[in-house]
């Protein structure tokens, strides 16, 4: 069925996991590769995880009628970004969590240098493989997604955020503030995806402003949603530690007008995304299903 | 003199650092940076440094023809990413370093969560300045920069040679290794450098070869001169602390066959990158005088 998320989100799984273990198997273009900073990129990129930003990618593309590896290519791209920013947060200076999706984090499994230029080489490498043909033909384009992810996950994006979650744990913030974190720790990375299939679609400029707003929404959604489990939920289901955010006095919507408002909260921003790409029809379809799922996950 | 090094080197820093204050000053062009991210940023690519790399991709590009503004943007971007590298290899899971240039370390001026987004901000940030059109307007010369800066600084390149370099610290690495070892670490970036130059000078194969290599002879012999001035010299010329290197065990070819042998090593490596550009004829003096100078320096 057109429209069902899971379905979806499997295919994603499977064809972005797939092109993850040919890039850094087949690949090192670029000579040996150091073995155990390759065991660490691979323990990273490699286990379990939802594969959400490559689905987005994915899906978006589909909209505008495009499929094909050089979709995986930039889904695959945005997944080492996210990788090697979950591999840094994890790190004893940053959030010192000891698990992650139910396994030891990298600097845990490995030791700290090793996490710490893993999470490096993730990072230098999504840009190759960007900036690669194999990406797509037209070198505009390559271009325009080597900006738009240096956009979403430098400064004035997700590690922006990040700084600005540290600093937060020292200062309350208020609903705005939090909700500016957000937009920049987890929300650029979402919009960034759905930019980016809209960018290789050949999306016009109206098209992608409203893919990317979709982005902002989603990521809003996700972000509240993890945060719910994080207050009620259990770390056997999060395959992580929980109530964590309540213990270290992070900025979250949810701490700061409890759960029931946040849950309305949730309620609305998927209602929103909803609303989005509901021009698009049946064509935007599995991204609504995407939203629909945000609103009732629990884990 | 058109081929004296310590008047290019200082053209080369007043236009690479009176870019990066612009790049950092007015432009960020993805909204606002979180203060204390910009302020740690600027402490690392503002502070006393050579700007030994953006001096080579300047006076490379200059030896096809080419100046101007596009030029100073691919060496402030390789700049970005040898200051970020510092950050991270100064960390205290790295190198654990509290002195840089004569003054504290970023984890120490700032605290380590700064210093690890600061140094992942500044990487992400140079492919943005890659990727803009103002620094060159040929797509797919910006993309073969992206493209080989990605794989200079890369698992393949700088960050798989500090992994090398961190895990000789246990086991003892011979001749070869250490070659291979700071090929990576230090000569991925000098190779880069004159590489970028001929690329945005459309040097022809031959010539882009030629001066890759170039850069592979003169990152030798900086290497050199840098574990022989830790060997020998004083921390208050250095402007960090020296004898560092035997303290920890690190893989040195001064360490491995003593100052005398890796003295007559470095002179080797300059007599062949005077070579390597020899042919270049006047355009490639101020290359060589670069190469004479690592032969000769003591700080």
Not at 215 to 244: E, H, M, N, P, Y
Not at 270 to 298: C, H
Request: glycine residues 10%; negative net charge; hydrophobic residues 50%.
């Amino acid at each position: 069925m057109a429209g069902d998320f899971q379905t979806g989100l499997k295919a994603a799984q499977a064809a972005t996991e797939t092109l993850l273990v040919r890039l850094l198997t087949d690949t090192p273009v670029d000579g040996a590769w150091p073995e155990r900073l390759l065991a660490a990129m691979r323990y990273s990129l490699l286990g379990p995880g939802k594969r959400l930003r490559p689905f987005l990618v994915i899906e978006s593309a589909r909209i505008f009628g495009l499929a094909g590896e050089g979709v995986v290519r930039a889904a695959a791209a945005l997944e080492c970004v996210h990788c090697y920013s979950l591999v840094h947060d994890d790190l004893p200076a940053m959030d010192n969590d000891d698990l992650r999706r139910g396994r030891p984090t990298v600097h845990k499994a490995f030791d700290e240098a090793t996490a710490i230029l893993a999470g490096d080489a993730l990072l230098t490498f999504a840009f190759a493989i960007l900036a690669d043909p194999a990406t797509d033909p037209d070198a505009n384009v390559r271009l325009t997604l080597v900006t738009e992810l240096s956009s979403a996950a430098g400064a004035g994006g997700m590690v922006g955020g990040q700084m600005l979650d540290l600093a937060a744990e020292k200062q309350k913030l208020d609903d705005g503030e939090i909700r500016a974190m957000q937009a920049l720790k987890t929300g650029a990375l979402f919009r960034f995806a759905c930019d980016a299939g809209a960018v290789m679609g050949r999306a016009s400029a109206e098209k992608r402003e409203r893919l990317a707003r979709f982005g902002d929404a989603l990521g809003l959604a996700f972000q509240l949603a993890d945060d719910l489990i994080d207050a009620t939920g259990k770390a056997s289901k999060a395959g992580k530690a929980t109530a964590k955010d309540a213990d270290r006095g992070k900025a979250t919507l949810v701490g700061l007008h409890g759960v029931a408002a946040a849950q309305k909260m949730l309620d609305e921003a998927v209602e929103q995304a909803i609303a989005i790409v509901a021009p698009f029809g049946a064509r935007g379809a599995m991204l609504a299903d995407a939203a629909r799922f945000a609103g009732k996950r629990d884990a």
